[in-house]
Nanobody, 112 residues
Framework: QVQLVESGGGLVQPGGSLRLSCVAS????????MSWVRQAPGKELEWVAT????????NYADSVKGRFTISRDNAKNTLYLQMNSLKSDDTAVYYC?????RGQGTQVTVSS
């Protein structure tokens, strides 16, 4: 059974950084294509980044390119999202996902 548990969200000032974690169970993360998506209040779900399991290729939404980095620790079966130079527009609930499965999400609020 696929289970994803996100953590690491919080309140941060504009320009600050956060690192989100997603602990996966029920499958081997190293072979899997994983994504981060987010949902801001009143908005639709937005794709943020993908890490392809077979090639280790990373793709990013234009809105986060150069500021966010997706990575994984295979030994810990954990996916990460390092977020730097945060903006108020990055405020959202962040989810890690595989296929149609998502975790419960972690709230990121960027505000002064």
């Amino acid at each position: 059974q696929v289970q994803l548990v996100e953590s690491g969200g919080g309140l941060v000032q504009p320009g600050g950084s956060l690192r989100l974690s997603c602990v996966a169970s029920g499958f081997t993360l190293s072979y899997s294509t994983m994504s981060w998506v987010r949902q801001a209040p009143g908005k639709e779900l937005e794709w943020v980044a993908t890490l392809f399991g077979s090639t280790n290729t990373r793709n990013y939404a234009d809105s986060v390119k150069g500021r966010f980095t997706i990575s994984r620790d295979n030994a810990k079966n954990t996916l990460y999202l390092q977020m730097n130079s945060l903006k108020s527009d990055d405020t959202a609930v962040y989810y890690c996902s595989i296929g149609n499965s998502r975790g419960q999400g972690t709230q990121v609020t960027v505000s002064s």
